[in-house]
């Protein structure tokens, strides 16, 4: 019931002047390595991240880019996104967003997504405040 509520929310907020679909997503897992101190360990994180996957045509900070996932609740855009045309010029079934040690990949057909951190460990940032993860989940069209 909570996820039709938000999702009623987020289509009244995200759809006008909206002129491509929007997505509501939501993380199922998450593990990746924590450092403890003297060596990195396999760990399980929490998965509160929800996210909204949007058009970009209109938003000044994503100028370029097809698509911004945000995080629900915040103004802030999490990934800028492309979604590159197939060789016949229909969209492809995937689009990636990010960069070097960031990134969310996400599916139009599975509506599935993973988000990976890789900053923190290949910097030798050996803490607990970069620790590398990946983390899947799925999304609700809006």
Not at 42 to 63: C, H, L, M, S
């Given at each position: 019931?909570?996820?039709?509520?938000?999702?009623?929310?987020?289509?009244?907020?995200?759809?006008?002047?909206?002129?491509?679909?929007?997505?509501?997503?939501?993380?199922?897992?998450?593990?990746?390595?924590k450092?403890?101190?003297?060596?990195?360990?396999?760990?399980?994180f929490?998965?509160?991240?929800?996210?909204?996957?949007?058009?970009?045509?209109?938003?000044?900070?994503?100028?370029?880019?097809?698509?911004?996932?945000?995080?629900?609740?915040?103004?802030?855009?999490?990934?800028?996104?492309?979604?590159?045309?197939?060789?016949?010029?229909?969209?492809?079934?995937?689009?990636?967003?990010?960069?070097?040690?960031?990134?969310?990949?996400?599916?139009?057909?599975?509506?599935?997504?993973?988000?990976?951190h890789?900053?923190?460990?290949?910097?030798?940032?050996?803490?607990?405040?970069?620790?590398?993860?990946?983390?899947?989940?799925?999304?609700?069209?809006?």
């Amino acid at each position: 019931m909570k996820r039709l509520l938000l999702a009623a929310l987020l289509i009244s907020v995200t759809a006008p002047g909206a002129s491509a679909e929007s997505f509501l997503c939501v993380a199922d897992y998450s593990a990746g390595f924590k450092w403890n101190g003297k060596t990195w360990e396999p760990a399980r994180f929490g998965v509160e991240q929800k996210y909204v996957i949007a058009d970009a045509t209109n938003d000044a900070r994503a100028v370029g880019y097809t698509h911004i996932v945000k995080d629900i609740g915040s103004n802030r855009v999490a990934h800028r996104c492309t979604r590159k045309p197939l060789p016949d010029g229909k969209p492809s079934g995937q689009m990636a967003c990010g960069g070097m040690g960031y990134g969310f990949i996400f599916n139009f057909e599975t509506l599935r997504f993973n988000e990976v951190h890789t900053i923190g460990y290949i910097d030798g940032d050996d803490s607990n405040e970069n620790t590398p993860y990946m983390t899947i989940g799925k999304c609700t069209k809006l």
